[in-house]
């Protein structure tokens, strides 16, 4: 079974580091075996995963805490205005 990701989402966010970061949110997805066309059909898997900009993993906890994994830095969300006003 091919598998791709899918861009859901992108949001600003600041590290407990001071650093802002770039989160993006993705889907996996699934072709479907049984149909053989050239554009596929590709469905939901139900998994997602969050990745920094930089391609890192970033782990989203089930109470919506984001942290850095290896490096212990958290993250929170934060909106474009927020970040101009801090620099």
């Known amino acids: 079974m ?7 989402e992108s949001f600003n966010t600041r590290g407990s580091d001071g650093n802002t970061y770039v ?14 066309d050239v554009q596929g059909q590709w469905e939901p898997t139900g998994e ?3 990745k920094l900009e930089d391609g ?5 906890e ?3 805490t984001m942290t ?14 927020d970040i101009a006003t801090a620099r």
Do not use: C, F, N, T
């Open 2 to 8: 091919e598998k791709m990701l899918h861009q859901l």
């Open 23 to 36: 989160v993006r949110g993705y889907e996996h997805l699934a072709r479907l075996d049984a149909v053989r």
């Open 48 to 50: 997602a995963e969050y």
């Open 56 to 60: 890192r993993p970033v782990v989203v």
């Open 62 to 64: 089930a109470d919506g």
């Open 68 to 81: 850095i994994p290896d490096s212990g830095i958290r993250l929170k969300r934060v909106e474009r205005a």
